[in-house]
Nanobody
Framework: QAQLVESGGGLVQAGGSLRLSCTGS????????MGWYRQASGKQSEWVAY???????DYGDSVKGRFTISRDNAKNTVYLQMNSLKPDDTAVYYC????????WGQGAQVTVSS
């Protein structure tokens, strides 16, 4: 059984927006800081954003000011709102705890066309 399930990816033109969702078990979300990560083809995995259980957030420099991470603890869900998307944002996006301690889910493919 998958511990984390990402959804919401897709194909969008540069400048567009997408919102990703990640759902997991209550236990995972009740005790952990959650993060979004991404991996572009041929590149190393990159940390994108994280949010603590109390709502403190931080972002990687490449997405700061464009992406917003949020969470709904009652729904065991963390979101990533992505605005002003660029072709360089094309990647498979994953959620996990921060630091990462769980197996990776299937991820959500985000493709940004120029």
């Amino acid at each position: 059984q998958a511990q984390l399930v990402e959804s919401g990816g897709g194909l969008v033109q540069a400048g567009g927006s997408l919102r990703l969702s990640c759902t997991g078990s209550r236990i995972i979300f009740s005790i952990n800081t959650m993060g979004w990560y991404r991996q572009a083809s041929g590149k190393q995995s990159e940390w994108v954003a994280y949010i603590t259980r109390s709502g403190t957030t931080d972002y990687g420099d490449s997405v700061k000011g464009r992406f917003t991470i949020s969470r709904d603890n009652a729904k065991n869900t963390v979101y990533l709102q992505m605005n002003s998307l660029k072709p360089d944002d094309t990647a498979v996006y994953y959620c996990n705890t921060r630091p990462q301690i769980l197996s990776w889910g299937q991820g959500a493919q985000v493709t940004v066309s120029s």
